[in-house]
């Protein structure tokens, strides 16, 4: 069952609810910001990068364009552009279905692969930072709530 909105701890909000989501909206833009200055020195995009990832885990079968855009932490319509530019980078490679030609798969490819390692180490540092203020029970509690959501 929902709770109602209480007291907000600020004066700047009218609930607590109106807090709660523009605080999660303002965090959420940090953490992004955040990474984005992290990827930037290696040319790529945090989309480009979270469609790298979902390929790497995906194995060497790779996955069908539309079971990668279902995984996507960010939805966009523009899946086929974001493709494009990573096949263009030599990132990607797509290959038509034999059996569906309207299914195209996409694989990760060895630069994708060498891309992706040599990032490893900086988003780990990332992911660490963005959380260094919250202790290990604070980030579980944060997790939690968030799921929920």
């Given amino acids: 069952m929902a709770r109602r909105s209480s007291t907000p701890l600020s ?5 607590l609810g109106q807090e709660t989501a523009i605080t999660l909206l303002r965090a959420a833009d940090s953490v992004r ?20 990832r979902i ?3 995906a194995g060497p079968d790779g996955l069908p364009t539309l079971t990668i855009s279902e995984r996507m932490m960010e ?8 493709l494009d530019r990573l096949e263009k980078r030599g ?3 797509r290959e038509r279905d034999s059996e569906d030609r309207r299914r195209v798969w996409v694989k990760i490819t060895r ?8 990032l490893d180490e900086p988003i780990d540092r990332a992911d660490e930072e963005c959380v260094e203020s919250l202790s290990d029970r604070e980030q579980a509690q944060v997790v939690r709530a968030l799921r929920k959501l």
């Fill in 91 to 93: 990132w990607v490679a």
């Fill in 75 to 82: 939805k966009t319509p523009g899946v086929t552009r974001l």
């Fill in 111 to 118: 630069d994708g692969l060498e891309l992706l390692r040599q």
């Fill in 11 to 15: 004066a700047e909000f009218h609930s």
């Fill in 55 to 57: 390929l790497r885990g």
């Fill in 33 to 52: 910001r955040h990474f984005t200055a992290v990827l930037e020195p290696f040319g790529v995009t945090l989309q480009q990068y979270n469609v790298l």
